[in-house]
């Protein structure tokens, strides 16, 4: 079949881009007389022939940790006490390990306020201090990370306390789950209530025997209504010390913890390929940290961002994610403040058997089966961009020194991977050019910026 596609009068979609790619005959032509107001063309496209093949690492795309693309609940720095934007994972909690600090002095977590602030009596704590109850951040008794938000209630037994996370988003009819880690030492009972400002109360959940070790309790409740003042309030009334730490609170239909409509959204996008862990975050990021039991991860400051990363998705999240997309991956190890090393052993937890040590532990978190990844790139941008905020743009010769260093660790841990240097744009194309000159190159990351700004 024979189309012309006469470029005067049509418009070619973007999806013909790739499908003429393969015509086999081009016909041009041109007005001749002068005073003809629009020049045409027109191409002949012969559907029934192709001549090559569109490489699916044409169109891929990256993934970064950043103002809540992936957990919509961190805090930043531009607002102070967090800012749910509705991420890819489908934690509402801010803040939910209780680590990321206490800049009010008022004894509470930054994401969390404490009752005397809601019932108008805030000015009767002091530095975390009331009249019959006393709260701190305790980095000495925690369930995970480094820290746990302590409440003490003391007096004649009918005292309480109690702290609030507020501004949630419930929506109508949808069932929300909730857990939270638990101690306590004493005589006091705690609850869990769901509500809106200015009520009504939801649903509440009491926990009549918490123990004096750490255990797991948790509570469900269906949104009678839609609204974006929320609010869930973990208290304790009698004498004695709670202890809190690792709380959640997720929409019942989340798929292994990330949200399903997100997933719906992006499966029609077909994508071949996702870059992770980002751009600039990939330099500051860690692997380790996002390994193991989601509830003992240890929070993380983003320097790059300036925000809290609470490491809730990890590689082993981020491979469930991609491969419900159907999408391959292309990993970018630590540069600026990672070692060869540390990429080697990534490499050896992704790709290894359970035979060998680092695979052995994947198959403990509950994935025995490798994941072969086989695109590896040594920093993001590394030409400059993402370190001349720190040492002035990096040196080609050391580059190319430390990139060889982390590609004889990737490949010793896989031999089978492909290492990736990185290049221009952003900066001078005069790099890959000494580059290209210093050591041979399978493939070349570039990063390309389109659009306003």
């Not at 925690?142 to 003490?152: K, L, M, R, S, T």
């Not at 400051?301 to 999408?327: R, Y």
């Not at 002035?392 to 490949?411: L, P, W």
């Not at 841990?413 to 210093?438: E, I």
Request: negative net charge; glycine residues 12%.
């Amino acid at each position: 079949m024979i189309r012309r596609i006469d470029t005067a009068s049509s418009w070619i979609p973007l999806t013909l881009l790739a499908f003429c790619l393969g015509f086999s005959t081009v016909k041009a032509q041109a007005g001749a007389a002068k005073s003809a107001p629009l020049d045409v063309a027109s191409i002949d496209v012969d559907a029934a022939k192709t001549t090559g093949k569109v490489s699916p690492y044409v169109f891929g795309q990256n993934i970064e940790y950043e103002h809540g693309t992936i957990s919509g609940g961190e805090q930043n720095q531009d607002d102070a006490h967090g800012l749910h934007t509705g991420g890819l994972w489908a934690e509402m909690l801010r803040d939910r390990k209780f680590e990321e600090g206490d800049l009010d002095a008022d004894g509470v977590a930054n994401a969390w306020v404490p009752e005397e602030l809601i019932t108008n009596h805030y000015w009767e704590l002091k530095g975390g201090q009331g009249k019959s109850d006393r709260y701190w951040i305790d980095h000495q008794e925690y369930y995970g990370g480094g820290a746990a938000q302590a409440i003490e209630v003391y007096g004649d037994g009918s005292q309480h306390a109690s702290i609030y996370q507020v501004g949630l988003h419930f929506t109508k009819g949808r069932t929300y789950q909730f857990y939270v880690y638990l101690k306590r030492r004493g005589n006091a009972s705690v609850w869990v209530e769901f509500e809106k400002l200015g009520g009504p109360q939801y649903a509440r959940q009491d926990f009549r025997q918490v123990s004096e070790g750490w255990e797991k309790y948790t509570a469900e409740f269906t949104a009678p209504e839609d609204t974006d003042n929320g609010r869930v309030r973990i208290a304790v009334q009698g004498n004695g010390v709670l202890w809190i730490d690792s709380a959640s609170l997720m929409s019942a239909d989340n798929y292994h913890g990330m949200r399903r409509d997100v997933l719906d959204a992006l499966k029609p996008l077909a994508v071949p390929l996702i870059r992770y862990p980002g751009g600039c975050f990939a330099d500051t990021y860690h692997w380790k940290d996002g390994i193991g039991p989601r509830d003992r991860r240890p929070e993380r400051w983003s320097p790059k961002w300036n925000e809290w990363e609470p490491n809730d998705f990890g590689i082993d999240e981020f491979m469930d994610f991609a491969q419900q997309l159907g999408s391959e991956v292309h990993m970018t190890a630590n540069y600026l403040s990672g070692t060869p090393q540390e990429a080697g052993e990534w490499v050896e937890y992704t790709n290894g058997s359970t035979g060998t040590p680092l695979g052995h532990l994947r198959g403990e978190n509950g994935h025995p089966a490798p994941y072969g990844i086989k695109l590896w790139a040594v920093g993001n941008e590394s030409q400059e961009l993402c370190s001349d905020e720190y040492i002035g743009a990096n040196k080609i010769e050391d580059y190319v020194q430390r990139f060889q260093q982390y590609k004889s660790a990737i490949q010793k841990a896989d031999p089978s991977t492909r290492v990736m240097a990185v290049g221009a744009p952003p900066g001078p194309l005069q790099w890959n050019r000494d580059m290209l000159g210093l050591m041979p190159i399978d493939l070349l990351a570039a990063s390309i910026y389109t659009g306003e700004g």
